[in-house]
């Protein structure tokens, strides 16, 4: 047993709770145990279609949208909280006895049902064995296609032969889109049917019209001996997927018409003792009979699966590869190398599309989301940042502003945005946002940055880039000088950004004049940066413009400090959120790191700031975003009062920022707290209590309960999340150093103490960097001499210039 003690609150655990535990050498999660708290999911696919899946085969599918392109049907927030899915049921024909190749949904008891799961890199593998059957069932989906595969390998332990029936079943959609299949049950029950051609259930959707809409299941390698398309017939009344009627009674070939559709198809094998077969399912959208015919014919041959598989581990291995660590710390290298990083692609990917709690209703992707979610890969595909960096300028508005919501089929140079005017805009009622946030755009800069600086592509600046509206164009640094722009004109009555419709906190709303002490903090480091780049262009003219926006900055900024902290900002009739004499909310988070991210607080007032951070809003599980809750002092614009105590935006641990909060730390060459603060939000710390913490011990979760909490620790809403990006940021540049620059890279550690000596190995702009890094002396920071290929160098910077293919570098503290 651990105890924790804060002040009046005591909070222990009980470290006895395991489900799995990590294999690093095969970039894998295991779990032993199926009864996970909570279901443990895993992402399949790509942009093009997209598929989650639990530890006991929940999960749902989608063709490009969560919210427009649905294949197979998910129940939320139900009880059981993990069903339906992608089932393999297997039956023994001689007692009738049956089980599924996932523990769900029939739930053996677990004394006598074994089960494991490895969730890997974009595939998933749930191997069981139950009275002498072991079954082996591999989720994928192939690189680049709009279909997924089951591919089953059903084996006989035995000692006698076995005759067994198997049969793969998921519950098809009967609209494509998310809520009219929940809700709309007067027209979609109305709109498909399914066939039973050869070896697939072919499910048509509005038919007469649109022939070639609609969903399938198939099977190759195996014979199908009995099918079912109705759902309702399927599962039978008054029952559930654990006792379905069609597996207790085998399929009758019932096809839907005016129902719930499904498809299910039952082979009967025959199986020798330590015989295997194999059955392959494919499941996908929108396909011709042609196209599935010829996908099924594909996985006829029986080396089909292996060489996807293959192709799938090289691709997302070879990204995973380009940094790897070797640390004291078997969490942290679990984390840097591929779970966190694993997260941040996934999170690219489908920003916050579609997980089990969100349920795919966001028809596009979060501007402010998207370009901090870009940060966490730039350092493993600096290509992939690229594209999407393009594509996020290009839903720039001409004034500079971000589009708050960008569609999946934006236009760029074609689109409406928001009349802040008018909240009956087409935009507004197209999106649902009426009006522009203050931070969306100012997100650009550090991501930009990190690009350019990593890949070495200064050429980027100069690429002409449509912004969203009116056809115009410009090049990447005309948007950035938008951007600018844009924040200066919308300034608040004391000078800083105004609040606008809100800032990152979206349950923070100052009002359209109202002032954000942590967007001023970002509209300081974004004027840093562009005058790098402007000082580069020789814009003088600009870079003297920008000196005089940085030097009222400073005089608005310094009159924020409050003793040992930074206020929040100003509401619209002069109030201050965030004085330390509040009742309620009288610290807050953000302010506090970027200050010292910005590089706009003095020294003394950043360790003041962070010293007043872990006094009064750490918990052993991270720091909240704010402390004490609004329970009575609330204000209109402080919606995040709708929250429980200590729970999402009051006063919760907002997980996002605790890695604004490691990289700060690490600025300030506190390697022992940033390791700290690294230790509490890691989702690997706790994999021993699993119990208590709920989400997966292997990917951020968007918040946790903070100390008013009767469940303080408990962590909610798993994978789609900006934690991933921030933390991987403030991991690798700010413990681990890695701080790529114009003409070459700094390695800069702000490590705990303890490490004596830990390895990296990075891609750096295509050459390989074989890093050692010796701390004798017990550092926390502060180099004292850089070798790189047998010879010291001045300072810390190494010059792209003396790189060779692959290089020896020590870092010595």
């Known amino acids: 047993m651990k105890q924790f003690v804060y002040g009046e609150y005591n909070i222990k655990e009980d470290f006895l709770m395991n489900y799995g535990h990590f294999d690093l050498e095969n970039k894998e999660y295991v779990i032993t145990r199926p009864d996970t708290p909570s279901a443990w999911a895993n992402y399949l696919g790509s942009p093009e279609y997209g598929a989650i899946i639990s530890n006991n085969a929940g999960g749902y599918s989608f063709v490009k949208s969560g919210a427009n392109g649905r294949v197979i049907r998910y129940r939320f927030n139900a009880v059981p909280n993990d069903q339906p899915g992608r089932y393999v049921y297997i039956k023994d024909a001689e007692d009738n006895d049956f089980w599924s190749a996932s523990w769900a949904p029939v739930c053996k008891p677990l004394d006598s049902y074994k089960s494991e799961c490895r969730h890997g890199t974009a595939y998933t593998v749930i191997t069981s064995e139950y009275k002498k059957i072991k079954s082996e069932v591999t989720y994928y989906v192939p690189m680049d296609a709009t279909y997924e595969v089951w591919a089953a390998k059903i084996t006989n332990t035995d000692t006698k032969p076995r005759k067994l029936s198997v049969t793969g079943y998921c519950e098809f959609v009967n609209d494509p889109n998310y809520e009219q299949d929940q809700v709309n049950l007067q027209y979609t029950l109305f709109i498909t049917r399914t066939y039973f051609k050869n070896k697939y259930i072919h499910q048509m959707q509005n038919e007469i019209y649109n022939p070639n809409s609609g969903r399938f299941l198939g099977l190759a390698s195996a014979k199908v001996d009995a099918y079912c398309g109705d759902r309702d017939a399927f599962v039978g009344s008054y029952r559930t997927y654990n006792n379905p009627k069609g597996i207790e009674e085998g399929l009758k070939g019932d096809l839907n018409y005016n129902t719930n559709s499904c498809g299910a198809l039952q082979s009967d094998i025959v199986l020798q003792p330590g015989e295997t077969k194999v059955l392959t399912y494919v499941l996908g959208g929108q396909k011709t009979e042609a196209e599935i015919e010829a996908i099924i014919a594909k996985y006829e041959n029986e080396n089909a699966v292996e060489k996807d598989l293959a192709e799938l581990k090289n691709y997302w291995h070879s990204k995973l590869d380009n940094l790897q660590v070797n640390t004291p710390d078997a969490d942290f290298n679990n984390m840097v190398n591929v779970w966190n990083a694993y997260n941040c692609f996934i999170t690219f990917i489908w920003s916050r599309a579609a997980s089990f709690q969100y349920c795919g209703l966001r028809n596009g992707f979060g501007y402010r989301d998207t370009v901090q979610d870009i940060q966490g890969v730039i350092h493993l595909a600096p290509e992939m940042a690229k594209k999407q960096i393009v594509f996020m300028l290009s839903a720039q508005v001409t004034n500079g502003a971000g589009l708050p919501l960008v569609k999946y089929d934006h236009k760029a140079g074609q689109e409406n945005h928001p009349d802040e005017n008018d909240e009956n805009s087409v935009y507004a009622k197209q999106t649902g946002h009426p009006s522009y946030r203050a931070d969306d755009a100012l997100w650009l800069f550090p991501t930009v940055y990190k690009y350019i600086s990593e890949s070495g592509d200064h050429a980027f600046l100069d690429e002409v880039i449509s912004y969203a509206n009116d056809g115009e164009s410009g090049t990447v640094y005309d948007h950035l000088k938008r951007a600018i722009d844009f924040s200066m004109n919308h300034l608040g009555n004391h000078g800083m950004p105004a609040g606008l419709h809100a800032d990152w906190n979206d349950c923070l709303r100052l009002g359209k004049k109202g002032e954000s002490t942590f967007v001023a903090f970002q509209l300081v480091y974004a004027v840093k940066i562009l005058k790098t780049y402007a000082l580069e262009k020789n814009d003088a003219e600009y870079a003297k413009y920008l000196d005089e926006v940085k030097a009222k900055l400073d005089e608005i900024l310094s009159a924020c400090w409050n003793e040992d902290r ?160 921030t933390v991987m940021v403030g991991t690798t540049e700010g413990i681990l150093g890695l701080n790529p620059e114009t003409k070459g890279i700094v390695i800069d550690p702000s490590i705990p103490s303890e490490w004596k000596e830990y390895t990296m190995k990075k891609t750096f702009r295509g050459k390989k960097l074989n890093v050692t890094v010796k701390n004798p002396n017990g550092s926390e920071h502060g180099v004292k001499s850089v070798t790189v290929n047998g010879e010291k160098i001045e300072g810390k910077l190494i010059l792209d210039s003396i790189l060779k293919a692959e290089n020896d570098i020590v870092i010595e503290l």
Not at 610 to 629: H, I, K, W
Not at 640 to 665: D, H, R, V, Y
């Open 566 to 725: 930074w206020i929040r900002g100003y509401k619209e009739d002069g109030t201050v959120i965030g004085q330390r004499t509040d009742p309620e909310a009288s610290m807050w988070l953000n302010p506090q790191s970027w200050s010292v991210i910005s590089g706009f607080a003095s020294k003394e007032q950043a360790e003041k700031a962070m010293d007043s951070v872990e006094r009064e809003l750490n918990t052993p599980y991270g720091a909240m975003v704010m402390y004490p809750p609004y329970v009575k002092h609330g204000f209109d614009g402080a919606l995040m009062q709708c929250f429980n105590k200590c729970t999402k935006e009051n006063a919760g641990i907002f997980s996002q920022p605790q890695g604004w909060l490691i990289l700060a730390e690490s600025k300030l060459g506190h390697g022992n707290r940033a390791y700290k603060y690294w230790k509490e939000a890691a989702p690997a710390t706790y994999n021993e209590n699993a119990e208590h913490r709920v989400l997966e011990p292997y990917v951020y979760g968007q918040f946790v309960e903070g100390k008013d909490s009767p469940f303080a620790g408990r962590a909610h809403v798993h994978w789609l999340t900006g934690t991933a990006s």
